[in-house]
């Protein structure tokens, strides 16, 4: 029979349920806005570009496939915004961009804590990625933690 040590829950449930909880509302709240039309009709795309062009902003734009996978690059100076978001002409895809550009604004600007934020995307996208895996590991390995070098049970 195997061990296993009821701690490892009360340490790794609570992040991982509240991990789950944001994403769904999030998810919510984007498909959501993306239903409410806003009152010139603009497309995502088209406030993008002119709100580039007004902002006096050096930035490519461009479309992505996919739910809530819009971004900015610093690297490239690209504003990425999701078919979803570049074609719908609703609040929510108002709100996307206005904060996306924001992104290119600061980085525009050379604003510090951009700086920062652009320095911790990767080695964050690699803790999101391997964050399920590792939950796993740690429960498979708290669970064989019970047996012995001899292969006795504990």
């Given at each position: 029979?195997?061990?296993?040590?009821?701690?490892?829950?009360?340490?790794?449930?609570?992040?991982?349920?509240?991990?789950?909880?944001?994403?769904?509302w999030v998810k919510s709240a984007y498909r959501k806005g993306l239903t409410k039309p806003n009152w010139r009709q603009v497309?995502?795309?088209?406030?993008?570009?002119?709100?580039?062009?007004?902002?006096?902003?050096?930035?490519?734009?461009?479309?992505?496939?996919?739910?809530?996978?819009?971004?900015?690059?610093?690297?490239?100076?690209?504003?990425?915004?999701?078919?979803?978001?570049?074609?719908?002409?609703?609040?929510?895809?108002?709100?996307?961009?206005?904060?996306?550009?924001?992104?290119?604004?600061?980085?525009?600007?050379?604003?510090?804590?951009?700086?920062?934020?652009?320095?911790?995307?990767?080695?964050?996208?690699?803790?999101?990625q391997l964050g399920a895996v590792l939950f796993f590991i740690g429960f498979f390995l708290s669970a064989l933690s019970g047996?012995?070098?001899?292969?006795?049970?504990?």
């Amino acid at each position: 029979m195997y061990w296993f040590d009821p701690m490892y829950f009360v340490f790794t449930l609570p992040p991982l349920i509240l991990g789950l909880v944001a994403n769904a509302w999030v998810k919510s709240a984007y498909r959501k806005g993306l239903t409410k039309p806003n009152w010139r009709q603009v497309t995502g795309m088209q406030a993008a570009d002119l709100l580039q062009r007004k902002a006096l902003l050096n930035v490519h734009l461009t479309q992505v496939s996919g739910e809530l996978r819009d971004h900015y690059d610093p690297r490239t100076k690209t504003l990425a915004l999701s078919e979803g978001v570049a074609r719908s002409a609703s609040v929510g895809a108002l709100a996307i961009v206005a904060h996306e550009l924001g992104h290119a604004m600061q980085d525009d600007e050379d604003y510090g804590p951009m700086r920062v934020r652009s320095a911790l995307v990767k080695p964050v996208n690699i803790g999101t990625q391997l964050g399920a895996v590792l939950f796993f590991i740690g429960f498979f390995l708290s669970a064989l933690s019970g047996i012995t070098s001899f292969g006795r049970i504990i």
